[in-house]
């Protein structure tokens, strides 16, 4: 199985990414994917856009033309509708199988 390189950018990169990181990485291991996940900062993402394949993105309004797909990643921080983007990481990396 491949591995999948997933970015969630914030504003700074530290707070509110890394909490969003640690659950992604959580929810897709126990759903048995591989993944990196990466926390940055806005100002740093478009030097990773090559390197990745998805974006969480916590901050509403991210551009849609990055040639990578987005995922709208704020319920991980909220906790309400975590399961539907856990699902819908998974079915934009897997092209839409189920592990």
């Known amino acids: 199985m491949a591995k999948f390189r ?16 640690q659950k992604i990485r959580k929810g897709l291991g126990e759903r048995g994917l591989d993944v990196e996940v ?33 995922v709208n990643g704020l319920p991980l921080l909220t906790g309400v509708g975590e399961k539907a983007v856990f699902d819908e990481i998974i079915s934009k990396l897997t092209g839409g199988t189920k592990q």
């Open 6 to 21: 997933i970015l969630v950018p914030c504003g700074s990169g530290i707070a509110s990414s890394t909490i969003c990181a």
């Open 38 to 70: 990466k926390q940055l900062a806005f100002r740093e993402l478009q030097g990773e856009i090559g390197k990745a394949d998805l974006i969480v993105s916590i901050t509403p309004g991210l551009k849609s033309d990055l040639n990578i797909p987005v």
